[in-house]
């Protein structure tokens, strides 16, 4: 029970941030946002729409959330930008065109950090080619994925020109590396994303 009333403590205290940069992703961010806005351990959703000409800074601002919109500069920039406009002690990141995302899978990356088990979390995404977690601990700069919770002095720490465009999972990764900071590896069951192929054919993808 006493350990139950500090870890109730610690989630008042630490607040944590859930942030989905996006680009023209409307037809799966509103399934991520509601599903961000059901779990307990999020008390700010951040959308940030890296120069989106669709609808979904739109649907952003009709779940409720804070949208940042900004001309296209790329994820890092993008991501940058939003850790930016929070206080939060936690940031959560979350691609925009995941599939299958539940509550759960957000407790799986943020309980740890609350817990001061880790200090950064990845999400392993249930699909065929992600990197096996045995593979991860052996070399952590393979760990790509999206989905990861982690100590917002971590991400700022990480020099701005380490971390252009799809290059921030690596520098993360290189940071907690290079600094001996303890990184967990989690298996989200049941969670994919939408192919680049399929969204913007196979070519181009």
Do not use: W
């Amino acid at each position: 029970m006493g350990k139950f009333k500090n870890m109730e403590q610690i989630k008042k205290k630490l607040k944590v941030a859930a942030i989905v940069p996006a680009y023209n992703e409307e037809k799966t961010i509103g399934s991520v946002l509601k599903q961000l806005l059901k779990a307990k351990e999020i008390d700010e959703i951040i959308l940030a729409c890296d120069g989106s000409t669709d609808k979904t800074a739109e649907i952003g601002r009709n779940f409720g959330v804070k949208v940042l919109e900004s001309p296209k500069e790329g994820k890092g920039q993008t991501m940058r930008e939003a850790v930016a406009k929070t206080r939060a002690e936690i940031v959560a990141f979350f691609d925009a065109d995941l599939i299958g995302l539940i509550p759960e899978h957000v407790s799986q990356l943020v309980e740890p950090i609350l817990r001061n088990e880790a200090a950064m979390v990845v999400g392993i995404r249930d699909r065929a080619g992600e990197t096996p977690p045995f593979l991860l601990k052996i070399d952590p700069l393979l760990a790509f994925g999206g989905e990861r919770a982690l100590k917002r002095s971590i991400f700022e720490s990480v020099p701005e020109k380490f971390g252009q465009g799809f290059a921030i999972e690596t520098a993360l990764n290189y940071y907690c590396k290079l600094n001996k900071l303890p990184v967990l590896y989690v298996k989200l069951k049941g969670l994919d994303i939408v192919m680049k192929e399929k969204k913007v054919g196979m070519v181009k993808g």
